[in-house]
């Protein structure tokens, strides 16, 4: 059975359209549900047409220090997306110290993750340029070892084009040029549409 999928006006998108699905899974946005359930929504989604897919790293076994516990859940989220594309989302607000977020992040990397995101938006702080920075440094590091970029999303708490810009520089000074593309960088935030295309007609 194919699960429809929508747009933001509640249309459903045809199975044919090029367009790029993204999709929440693992027990989203707490991440606190059976592990067998987790992977087979992963996979269920993927079947039914998503190419990104938004997964929340289980701070119940991170902040408790099982981080292998931690890593099993990603890896085997990985596993299913079946070459979609997975982002784990940090919950950075939760996490609260530069510490904790840089492990976290590394952690998210070895798993497998493709992008590394600072929060749902839903139960936590939103990002924090500390948060961003912070995450960006991980990456920088990561590519100079192994020769791979990986991606960064800022999302929870974006609301004005001069926030933006805030998290643009930081990615642009730590990581460069390279990483200012939709496939290596994207700020999530409802509500930053609206005032960018104000900031924008203000403008001209």
Known sequence: MR??????????IPSSASVHIAAVSGGFPA?????EIKYAETALTVASGANEIDIVLNLNHFLSGDYASAVVEIEEQKASCRG????VI??????KDAESIRRASILSLFSGADFIKTSTGKEFPGATLEAVYTMCCV?????????KRMGIKVSGGVRTAEDAVKYYCIVS???????LTPEL?????????????????ETH
Request: no cysteine; hydrophobic share 35%; net charge neutral.
């Open 31 to 35: 991440s606190q549900t059976f592990e």
């Open 139 to 147: 990456l920088k590091e990561y590519h100079q070892r192994y020769n």
């Open 90 to 95: 940090l919950e950075t607000g939760a996490l």
């Open 3 to 12: 699960i429809p999928f929508t747009s933001t006006r509640g249309e459903e």
């Open 173 to 179: 000074e730590v990581l460069g040029k390279e990483w």
């Open 185 to 201: 960088f994207r700020i999530g935030a409802s509500s930053l549409v609206g005032n960018l295309e104000k900031a924008i007609k």
């Open 84 to 87: 979609a594309h997975l982002k």
